[in-house]
């Protein structure tokens, strides 16, 4: 038939038809490959055995930035960071120790500058101005010791702590370390600060100026010698300063009173113009303190970068080329000592400093 397909040659294509499906349905019943593809090296993962070291974060609470923490502070953050590995710190502006500490142990800090005896207090629940139960704070390292100065005049009438009764006095800027202090040895020489005597609260600086102007006979500092405030009092024309001594029973009867806070210590002649003897005082000490639950193995590691590199430190304190591991342990009350921090205390001891 020229116009169709034939009868015979419709009936082959069919068979075609059938063949390849049956074909067809015999691979699709075929099990899949059993080898993988190799992906490419580039994007394959790989697993490794090691640990990856978890980055530590924190900030250091210092001081007000025209004090020496601040500076001191920002020079060790410095230090932890370019040098401990997966360690970072910075420093921060604070208001004084008590604002450190409330940062230490709400855990808004990760170390704080104090006193010694702060970390004292803290552990035995006794300093109700960071918090009202005890404390793990533990102790760092010591940077310095801060003897408490009680500054007069030549003719003022006082020679004593006793003859400060009736004068006018400061007692150091309001929540200041040295108003704290000046409060301990009043209260245990049964001196009471609002009623013995006029009473004002004024920085080195400005108790210097009143003196100078006739309007204050006394004031109480507790800082590093020399005070530079100081200074410049004792150089002023026409005006000679004197210290007044905490000695002998007066030093007794307030280090008993307050073991935890004072030891006895000088204030060396020639530290301020005209000083020709050394004067007898009592101090405290500056030191850098830790929570107990931070890193024993960072803080030693931070430890041996402070002290491989204290000319870092020296650049913002230069008394840091002079500080040692013995210093930087002993400076601190024992009281202190028995917190110290367990990195801390393997530093010391490697350092030969703590034995046994």
């Not at 210590?265 to 530290?271: R, S």
Request: charged fraction near 20%.
């Amino acid at each position: 038939m020229a116009r169709g397909i034939s009868r015979g040659a419709l009936a082959l294509i069919i068979v075609v038809i059938l063949i390849i499906l049956v074909a067809l349905g015999y691979y699709l019943t075929l099990p899949a490959p059993t080898t993988t593809p190799v992906m490419p090296t580039e994007t394959t993962p790989t697993e490794t055995t090691t640990t990856t070291r978890e980055r530590l974060s924190f900030s250091i609470a210092t001081g007000t930035t025209g004090g020496v923490w601040y500076p001191l502070g920002g020079a060790i953050a410095g230090v932890i960071t370019k040098y401990v590995p997966e360690t970072e710190a910075t420093a921060e502006v604070t208001t004084a120790a008590g604002d450190n500490l409330r940062l230490l142990v709400s855990g808004k800090a990760g170390m704080a500058f104090c006193y010694d005896y702060h970390i004292v207090l803290l552990n035995q629940g006794k300093f109700p101005l960071v918090s009202d139960k005890p404390e793990p704070v533990r102790l760092f390292m010591a940077f310095y010791e801060q003897p408490l100065h009680v500054v007069t005049y030549e003719g003022s009438g006082i020679n004593s702590l006793y003859d400060l009764k009736g004068k006018r006095v400061s007692t150091g800027p309001p929540a200041s370390g040295t108003e704290e202090q000046a409060l301990y040895v009043l209260s245990a020489l049964g001196i009471d600060p609002d009623k013995d005597f006029i009473r004002e609260r004024l920085s080195p600086a400005d108790s210097g100026s009143a003196m100078k102007d006739g309007k204050l006979d006394a004031f109480f500092w507790s800082g590093a010698v020399p005070t530079s405030s100081i200074v410049d009092l004792a150089t002023t024309p026409g005006f000679k300063i004197k210290f007044i001594p905490i000695s002998g029973e007066i030093a007794d009867k307030i280090i008993q009173k307050y073991p935890a806070v004072f030891h006895k210590t000088k204030i060396p002649k020639g530290a301020y113009p005209g000083l020709e003897e050394d004067v007898e005082t009592i101090a405290i000490t500056a030191v850098l303190a830790v929570m107990k639950d931070f890193p024993e193995d960072r803080l030693y590691e931070i430890a041996k970068a402070i002290f491989g590199h204290l000319d870092e430190l020296a650049a913002a304190w230069k008394k840091a080329s002079q500080l040692t591991p013995e210093l930087a342990y002993m400076q601190a009350s024992e009281e202190a000592r028995s917190y110290i921090h367990p990195g801390a205390e393997k530093f010391f001891k490697e350092m030969g400093v703590i034995k046994g």
